[in-house]
């Protein structure tokens, strides 16, 4: 099992900036890869952005390609998510979320089945 636990997410004015950090334990070495989901009232869940540790490619949904980044630290089981000119639509509970499961291309590693393990989000709010 991996437990996953967010943090970082706060009200924030359009414009600003966030970073999220998901800390993993338990069984980490198994961990192929780690996303970032998020989920807006009323909408469905959506990718955000992922990243594969060994490599580390990473992948972004066009809606954050150029205002967010995807980092993780290895030492630390720990990823992050740099959040830059936020925007009101970028107002969600954030997802972090790990896979064990092989992945090369966008398609999979934006489909959230392909990701056994979830944390209990945090929620982010943009003001305008």
């Known amino acids: 099992q991996v437990q996953l636990l967010e943090s970082g997410g706060a009200l924030v004015q359009a414009g600003g900036s966030l970073r999220l950090s998901c800390a993993a334990s338990?069984?980490?070495?198994?961990?192929?890869?780690m996303g970032w989901f998020r989920q807006a009232p009323g909408k469905e869940r959506e990718f955000v952005a992922a990243i594969r540790w060994s490599g580390g490619s990473t992948y972004y949904a066009d809606s954050v390609k150029g205002r967010f980044t995807i980092s993780g630290d290895n030492a630390k089981n720990t990823v992050y998510l740099q959040m830059n000119s936020l925007k009101p639509e970028d107002t969600a509970v954030y997802f972090c979320?790990?896979?064990?499961?092989?992945?090369?291309?966008?398609?999979?590693?934006?489909?959230?089945?392909?990701?056994?393990?979830w944390g209990q989000g945090t929620q982010v709010t943009v003001s305008s």
């Open positions: 979320a790990a896979s064990y499961y092989y992945c090369s291309t966008y398609v999979c590693y934006s489909s959230s089945e392909r990701y056994p393990y």
């Open positions: 338990g069984r980490t070495f198994s961990n192929y890869a």
